[in-house]
């Protein structure tokens, strides 16, 4: 199984890059810790990354950040720490800003979304579903999102557990037990609140539904008008 994403984190500042890292290995990443773009360059050449968090200060002309862009590619996003206003107009749909003073959640949501856009195009569009309890590598979640290749998740409590790379799901209503490779995974707004996106990779043996049959017939949330409608039937 493939380890955790490797995010490189390029910071002058010694203090805020420990701090970025010690984050984004909490969230479940494998932060690569790099100073500036001369060790990013030799970082790159001697181990793959998934995606590039970087400090505006390293990036003063417009053709660095152009240059970084292309060498990343479409598929390693670059998320880039400071005022969004020095970042070119031109360029602005190929990053993501984090502000300063750089919060935890904020990192992890844009890392984690960034992740997911940077990604291909997904083969079904996940729809919403009610709520539906079930476990995910042994850990209580709700799923809130089904498609017949993938599955959206979410996780409470104080400290939610950052899932593994790959995992087992098991819906214990519908007898559904599958294995879930994880796409990305980031705070939910609420600190309370995680979620979680992956991809389906397979039913297991003691499953006594398949997951498409699931995805299909997963029942879609219920309006606030719905129930209301449901409650004065009573």
Same mark, same amino acid.
């Given at each position: 199984?493939? /380890?955790?994403?490797?995010?490189?984190?390029?910071?002058?500042?010694?203090? &805020? #890059?420990?701090?970025?890292?010690?984050?984004?290995?909490?969230?479940?990443?494998?932060?690569?810790?790099?100073?500036?773009?001369?060790? %990013?360059?030799?970082?790159?050449?001697?181990? @793959?990354? /998934?995606?590039?968090?970087?400090?505006? =200060?390293?990036?003063? +002309? &417009?053709?660095?950040?152009?240059? %970084?862009?292309?060498?990343? $590619?479409?598929?390693?996003?670059?998320?880039?720490?400071?005022?969004?206003?020095?970042?070119?107009?031109?360029?602005?749909?190929?990053?993501?800003?984090?502000? +300063?003073?750089?919060?935890?959640?904020? *990192?992890?949501?844009?890392? !984690? *979304?960034?992740?997911?856009?940077? #990604?291909?195009?997904?083969?079904?569009?996940?729809?919403?579903?009610? @709520?539906?309890?079930?476990?995910?590598?042994?850990?209580?979640?709700?799923? #809130?999102?089904?498609?017949?290749? $993938?599955? !959206?998740?979410?996780?409470?409590?104080?400290?939610?557990?950052? %899932?593994?790379?790959?995992?087992? *799901? +098991?819906?214990? /209503?519908?007898?559904?037990?599958?294995?879930?490779?994880?796409?990305?995974?980031?705070?939910?707004?609420?600190?309370?609140?995680?979620?979680? !996106? $992956?991809?389906?990779? !397979?039913?297991?043996?003691?499953?006594? +539904?398949?997951? =498409?049959?699931?995805?299909?017939?997963?029942?879609? @949330?219920?309006?606030?008008?719905? #129930?209301?409608?449901?409650?004065?039937?009573?």
């Amino acid at each position: 199984m493939p /380890e955790s994403a490797s995010i490189a984190v390029a910071v002058p500042s010694s203090s &805020e #890059r420990a701090s970025l890292s010690d984050w984004l290995s909490q969230a479940g990443y494998l932060p690569v810790a790099v100073p500036d773009l001369l060790s %990013l360059d030799q970082q790159l050449q001697n181990q @793959p990354i /998934e995606a590039l968090v970087v400090d505006i =200060a390293l990036l003063p +002309r &417009e053709d660095t950040l152009r240059d %970084l862009v292309r060498r990343l $590619g479409s598929n390693r996003p670059l998320v880039v720490v400071g005022d969004a206003c020095r970042v070119p107009p031109t360029l602005r749909g190929d990053v993501n800003v984090v502000p +300063r003073p750089v919060t935890r959640e904020a *990192l992890v949501i844009a890392v !984690g *979304l960034a992740l997911a856009e940077g #990604r291909p195009v997904r083969r079904y569009p996940r729809k919403p579903v009610e @709520p539906i309890r079930a476990t995910a590598h042994g850990m209580s979640v709700m799923i #809130r999102e089904a498609s017949p290749g $993938g599955v !959206g998740l979410e996780m409470t409590g104080p400290r939610p557990n950052p %899932l593994p790379p790959y995992f087992r *799901l +098991r819906v214990p /209503e519908f007898g559904v037990h599958v294995v879930v490779r994880r796409a990305w995974i980031a705070p939910a707004g609420a600190k309370e609140a995680v979620r979680c !996106g $992956g991809t389906v990779e !397979g039913d297991l043996p003691d499953a006594a +539904r398949s997951w =498409a049959d699931f995805a299909r017939e997963a029942p879609a @949330p219920v309006t606030f008008v719905a #129930r209301r409608w449901a409650v004065q039937q009573q």
